[in-house]
C-alpha cells in the first residue's frame, strides 16, 4: 500500500504542474606519472554485486609538523572520510571514466587535521557495481590509499586495515529501482543493523575481519589513476526548510512536505524517536522528474531516538518524508552539496523579465554540475555534449572561474573515450551507451566548443592535447562532388528534438562551425599549412552551400519538404555562411517560423543579435521562454517548451541547455566578449534594443568586467577594465560627440558604430 501511495502523489504532483562499448585511445591525453605503492584491498567477506557499502579503519601514530601531509586515495564509485571521528570529506571519489578504463583519484591535504600520536582513519566506500550513463563500472568494490609527509610514505592501504560490509546498508531495495540511466541505486539503511560508532577512535574493531589485498598500485581493473581534476564539493551544512515544521509532533502518517529554496542538489536528513522496523521514505518532487523513477531513500528506525542523514544527493524543489503514524518527529534538514564555484557573474536591466530568465538559467546551470556537466540532474546526469556547450557558455559570464574545470575535464575525457575508428560519442564516462550523435559531436569540437574554451580561458594546453584527436575526427567527414558534406548518420541522427528539422542542412551548418573551430586551433598551435588548407577548404564549401541551398529567400535541402528550418537560418548566419545580403529574408522567416527546442534556440536569437535585429531578439525570447520563466513555482528552464505531454524528450523541467539567454544577454545586450583568447582583448557593445537600463558583471578569466548602461536623453556607459587587458568599446554612430572621462575621444567608424580602445581602469562614458 505504501508505494500505491507514492504513486497516487506523483500523480497527484505531476497533474498539477502541467498547468559505448568503447576503446581506449592508443594514447591517452591524460597521463600521470604516479608510483603507487600502496594495495588496492576490499574485505574477506563476499560482496553483493551492486549497490555495496564496505566501512574501512585504521589507526596509526602521527608526528605533526609542519611538513605538508597528504592522502591520495582512489575508489570505485564514492567515499565519505572521517580523520578521528571528524568529516573531513563529503562524498569524495568522481564517478568512474578518465578514459574506458581508467580510474580518478582524489588528494586531501590532512596537515592541519592530523594530531600529534595516535590518529584513526575511518572511510564509507559506496560501490555503485551498475553500468550508467555517468559511470563505466569497474566490476569491483575496491580502496587503495596512501599518505605522504612530504616525501615520505607514512601510512598504506594493506592488510593491516580493517574493512567490513557496513551491515546497516540493504543492497535491494523494493521496487520501483532507479532508472537504467543512473549508476545508483536506492539507498535503504537499516538503523537496527547499525554501527553507530565505527568512526570514533575508541570504537573496538578487534572483531572486525583484516582488509583483503586484490593487487598492488595501478592495477586491473582499475588500471592508471589519474589526479581528480576539479575541487571537492561545496557543503553548505545541514539547513532548516523552508516552510515553517512546528517541532517535535506526532505523525499521522501523512506525507509531510519539506520546502528547499530552489531546485537543487540534497541529501535528507531526518531525528526522530520511533520504535523499532518503522520504514521511513524520503524522495523529492522529482523522483519521476523526466517521466522515469530516479533514486529514493529508506531508512528503517531503531528503537530510541536516532538521527540519520542520507547520502545519496537528489534534487527538487521539496522533499518528501512518508513517516509512519506514532513516530515522534524531533527534525528534519537537508544538506545542499553542489560543485565548488561562485555566482560571480550578473545581469540586471529594466524589464524584470530578463533578469529572471538570467537567474533561472543560472540556477539551472549550477544544478546540472557536479562529477561533469549533465543534461538533467534527476533522470540521467548525463554528460551529453550538446548541453555541455550551451553550459560551458554560460559558466563563462555566470560563475567564477574554478567553473572552467569542469569544462575542460569534459573535453579530455570525449576525446580520451575516442573510439579506434576514430568516431566519438557522447554522453561519457559511460558503461551502457555507445551511440554517436554526429551534430551533437561536430558541436563540442568546433567553434562553440573547444575553441570557445580556449578563447574564454586561453588555455592553449588543452587545445594541444586535444588537437589531433579532433583532427582525426573531422576526418570521418567526407564532401560529396558539389562540395557540401556527406551526412553521417552515427549511432542516432538526432539533431534536435521537435518538428521540422532539415537534418542535412543542420549538418552542413554545424561542420563548417567545426571546421572553424578546427582552423583556429590550427592557427592558435602555429600549425601555417593546415590552417592555409582548412581556410582553402572552408572557401569553397561556403560557396557551394549557398549555391546547393540558398532557395531566393531561405535555406533548405533538396529533399526536404517540411516547414522552413528556423534552426538552420540561424545556423547558418553565426556560422558565417549567410552574407549579410541574406539577413533581411532570414529575418522574414525567424519571424514566423519557430520549430527548434530551447536547445537550438539559442542559435536563432544569436543570429538575430549578429544581423542587427536585437529588438526581435528580445521579443522572440520573450515569447518563446515566457512559460518557463514566469512559472511561479520551478525555479529551473525546462527540456522543452512545456512540462510532461507538452513537452519532449521526457519533459524534464531543468535542462541548462534552456539557458542560452544567459550568455546572450550578458554576450550580445551587455556587448561582452573576448576578442583574443584569454581576455586580453575584448569589446563592449551593447547591443541593449529596447531596454533603456543594464547592469552586467562579466568575471573574466582576468578579472570581473563591470558595465552599466543607461539611455534616456543621453548615452551614458559606465565601465570597469581589469589589469592587463584592453577593450574596443562601441558607440552607435548616431551619437555624435563622444566624451570619456571628462575628455574627447578620437575614434573610427566601424559600420553602425564609433569605435575606440581603452585600458584597464575606470570609465565613464558620455554620448550625445
Known amino acids: 500500500m505504501k508505494w500505491f501511495s507514492i504513486l497516487i502523489l506523483f500523480f497527484v504532483f505531476s497533474c498539477k504542474e502541467r498547468e559505448a562499448t568503447s576503446l581506449a585511445m592508443s594514447q591517452k591525453i591524460i597521463s600521470n606519472n604516479n608510483s603507487w605503492k600502496a594495495n588496492w584491498i576490499t574485505t574477506k567477506s563476499a560482496l553483493p554485486g551492486k549497490n555495496a557499502w564496505l566501512a574501512f579503519r585504521k589507526s596509526f601514530q602521527h608526528k605533526k609538523d609542519t611538513i605538508s601531509t597528504t592522502l591520495r586515495l582512489a575508489v570505485d564509485s564514492k567515499y565519505w572520510l572521517w580523520i578521528n571521528g571528524e568529516l573531513v570529506i563529503f562524498e569524495g571519489g568522481l564517478k568512474r571514466g578518465p578514459t574506458p578504463n581508467d580510474t580518478y583519484y582524489d588528494e586531501v591535504e590532512l596537515t592541519n587535521i592530523l594530531q600529534n600520536g595516535e590518529n584513526t582513519i575511518a572511510i564509507l566506500v559506496w560501490y555503485f557495481g551498475k553500468e550508467g550513463m555517468t559511470h563505466k563500472s569497474s566490476g569491483k568494490a575496491g580502496l587503495i590509499a596512501e599518505m605522504y609527509q612530504g616525501d615520505n610514505l607514512i601510512l598504506q592501504t594493506n592488510d593491516s586495515w580493517k574493512a567490513v560490509i557496513h551491515p546497516a546498508y540493504i543492497s535491494e531495495s523494493e521496487n520501483p529501482q532507479p532508472n537504467w540511466r543512473l549508476p545508483e541505486s536506492n539507498i535503504v539503511f537499516d538503523a537496527q543493523k547499525d554501527v553507530s560508532d565505527w568512526i570514533q577512535p575508541d570504537f573496538d574493531d578487534s572483531k572486525w575481519l583484516s582488509a583483503d589485498i586484490i593487487c598492488q598500485g595501478e592495477c586491473p581493473p582499475w588500471n592508471q589513476l589519474m589526479k581528480r581534476p576539479i575541487p571537492f564539493w561545496k557543503d553548505f551544512g545541514l539547513k532548516s526548510y523552508e516552510n515553517t515544521i512546528n517541532f517535535p509532533f506526532i505523525s499521522k502518517g501523512d506525507t509531510i512536505k519539506c520546502k528547499l529554496p530552489y531546485n537543487t542538489q540534497v541529501t535528507p536528513y531526518l531525528k526522530v524517536k520511533a520504535k523499532a522496523g518503522e520504514e521511513i521514505t524520503m524522495l523529492t518532487d522529482h523522483y519521476k522528474g523526466g517521466g522515469t523513477y530516479n533514486m529514493r531513500a529508506e531508512y528503517i528506525t531503531k528503537k530510541s531516538e536516532q538521527a540519520y542523514e542520507s547520502f545519496g544527493w537528489v534534487n527538487g524543489h521539496n522533499m518528501y518524508y512518508i513517516i509512519p503514524e506514532g513516530i515522534e518527529v524531533l527534525d528534519l534538514k537537508y544538506r545542499e552539496t553542489g560543485y565548488d564555484t561562485e555566482f560571480t557573474g550578473g545581469f540586471s536591466c529594466d524589464d524584470p523579465f530578463y533578469n529572471s530568465l538570467w537567474e533561472k538559467a543560472r540556477r539551472t546551470l549550477y544544478v546540472t554540475m557536479r562529477d561533469n556537466y549533465m543534461d538533467c540532474p534527476d533522470r540521467e546526469r548525463a554528460q551529453w555534449w550538446g548541453d555541455v556547450v550551451l553550459e560551458s557558455g554560460e559558466a563563462f559570464y555566470a560563475l567564477d572561474r574554478k567553473a572552467d574545470a569542469l569544462t575542460k575535464k569534459g573535453i579530455l575525457e570525449l576525446m580520451n573515450w575516442q573510439r579506434t575508428d576514430s568516431t566519438i560519442f557522447s554522453p561519457i564516462p559511460t558503461g551502457n551507451w555507445n551511440k554517436e550523435l554526429p551534430g551533437q559531436m561536430l558541436a563540442s569540437v568546433g567553434y562553440y566548443g573547444f575553441w570557445n574554451y580556449y578563447l574564454q580561458t586561453g588555455d592553449l594546453e588543452t587545445i594541444k592535447q586535444v588537437y589531433e584527436p579532433v583532427k582525426r575526427y573531422l576526418s570521418l567527414w567526407k564532401l560529396k562532388k558539389n562540395n557540401t558534406v556527406e551526412i553521417r548518420k552515427g549511432g542516432w541522427t538526432w539533431g534536435d528534438w521537435g518538428q521540422n528539422k532539415d537534418v542535412p542542412l543542420l549538418m552542413n551548418t554545424q561542420y563548417y562551425l567545426a571546421l572553424k573551430g578546427y582552423k583556429n586551433m590550427s592557427e592558435a598551435l602555429g600549425n601555417q599549412k593546415e590552417t592555409d588548407s582548412i581556410k582553402n577548404i572552408m572557401v569553397s564549401f561556403k560557396d557551394a552551400f549557398n549555391e546547393v541551398f540558398w532557395k531566393g529567400n531561405h535555406y533548405r535541402s533538396g529533399d526536404y519538404k517540411g516547414g522552413i528550418d528556423d534552426r538552420s537560418q540561424g545556423l547558418a548566419v553565426v556560422a558565417g555562411l549567410a552574407e549579410t ?98 581576455y ?85 562614458i558620455n554620448a550625445n
Not at 568575471?699 to 565601465?719: M, Q, T
Open 581 to 678: 545580403a541574406k539577413y533581411e529574408a532570414i529575418y522574414k522567416v525567424l519571424q514566423s517560423e519557430k520549430h527548434a527546442s530551447p536547445y537550438m534556440e539559442k542559435y536563432v536569437l544569436e543570429a538575430l543579435y549578429m544581423m542587427g535585429y536585437e529588438d526581435f531578439a528580445l521579443q522572440r525570447m520573450k515569447e518563446r521562454f515566457g512559460k518557463m520563466v514566469n512559472h511561479p513555482r520551478i525555479t529551473t528552464l525546462w527540456e522543452g517548451w512545456g512540462i510532461g505531454a507538452e513537452g519532449f524528450g521526457g519533459g524534464t523541467t531543468n535542462h541548462a541547455w534552456s539557458g542560452g539567454g544567459l550568455t546572450l544577454l550578458s554576450q550580445y545586450a551587455a556587448g561582452v566578449a573576448p576578442m583574443s583568447p584569454g
Open 680 to 764: 586580453e582583448t575584448f569589446q563592449i557593445k551593447p547591443q541593449p534594443g529596447f531596454l533603456k537600463h543594464i547592469k552586467a558583471t562579466v568575471p573574466s578569466i582576468k578579472g570581473d568586467i563591470k558595465v552599466e548602461l543607461e539611455i534616456k536623453e543621453r548615452y551614458l556607459l559606465n565601465i570597469e577594465i581589469p589589469e592587463g587587458t584592453k577593450a574596443s568599446v562601441y558607440i552607435p554612430s548616431r551619437y555624435q560627440e563622444i566624451i570619456v572621462n571628462g575628455e574627447k575621444v578620437i575614434h573610427t567608424k566601424d559600420q553602425d558604430y564609433k569605435v575606440f580602445e581603452v585600458s584597464s581602469g575606470i570609465y565613464e
